[in-house]
């Protein structure tokens, strides 16, 4: 079946660390793979995507890999901002399908 | 681009009454619409997915007589919850699948709608 894997949460980091978030999936299929983004209160934004692999999706400083040798999708940024603060979700889509979220992860940057 | 908009944004209502809330997709078409819950500091849940033209196809579950789900036209789908009782309080959020194009992978995500049942 179709499932996504994310890190559990909640992540805490001072301004201007790096950041990782993992995730991984299966799936059935040639997923293409997105990470969404909600502040609080609101609904979700992607952040960015990827179709197949070895694609690198980016946005606002944000990266991630499509990995199918290790079925993987983690978010990177080298230097998060107080403004990060929000909750990361990971999903997964094969073929025009449905979505597969993960269980979302936590993100609060200190100043 | 891609902007979805979902109305009303809150709502309270009192047990027992029907609430509807509507997702319209403003700036393309979208044959398909999903809708999700959230439940705090949890991930969504599909509910139902629904195809304009058609019956919606419900997540296993999900009452399809208390969750009504039309899809009348290609920019707009509604979710009306009947006889809300206190336990469907929660964050429920649509989106939107475009209808052609290199963003038909992509669903864009409405801003949510917060129903709280007295």
């Known amino acids: 079946g179709n499932s996504v894997t994310q890190m559990e949460g909640p992540v805490t980091l001072s301004e201007e660390a790096f950041l990782t978030i993992n995730c991984t999936y299966t799936?059935?299929?040639?997923?293409?793979l997105f990470w969404y983004v909600q502040y609080p209160g609101e609904g979700l934004q992607l952040l960015l995507k990827?179709?197949?692999?070895?694609d690198k999706g980016s946005n606002k400083g944000f990266e991630a890999t499509y990995r199918k040798e290790t079925t993987s999708f983690h978010l990177e940024k080298g230097s998060v901002q107080v403004s990060d603060s929000a909750v990361y979700f990971c999903?997964?889509?094969?073929?025009?399908?449905?979505?597969?979220f993960g269980t979302g992860t936590s993100l609060t940057v200190i100043p | 681009g891609a902007v979805v908009s979902q109305h009303p944004s809150w709502v309270i209502c009192k047990s027992g009454t029907s609430v509807k809330i509507e997702c319209r997709s403003l700036?393309?078409?979208?044959?398909?619409m999903f809708w999700y819950r959230q439940f705090p500091k949890q991930s969504l849940m599909l509910m139902a997915t629904?195809?304009?033209?058609?019956?919606?196809?419900?997540e296993q579950g999900v009452e399809k007589d208390k969750f009504l789900i039309n899809h009348a036209s290609l920019t707009l789908s509604t979710l009306t919850v009947t006889s809300a009782h206190p336990e469907d309080s929660s964050f429920y959020i649509c989106?939107?699948?475009?209808?052609?194009?290199?963003?038909?992978?992509?669903?864009?995500f409405g801003p949510g709608t917060r129903l709280l049942v007295l």
């Open positions: 989106s939107a699948r475009p209808i052609l194009g290199t963003r038909q992978e992509t669903q864009y």
């Open positions: 799936a059935t299929g040639y997923p293409s």
């Open positions: 990827a179709t197949k692999a070895d």
């Open positions: 999903a997964l889509s094969v073929y025009l399908s449905q979505f597969y």
């Open positions: 700036d393309f078409q979208a044959t398909t």
């Open positions: 629904s195809n304009e033209g058609s019956k919606a196809t419900y």
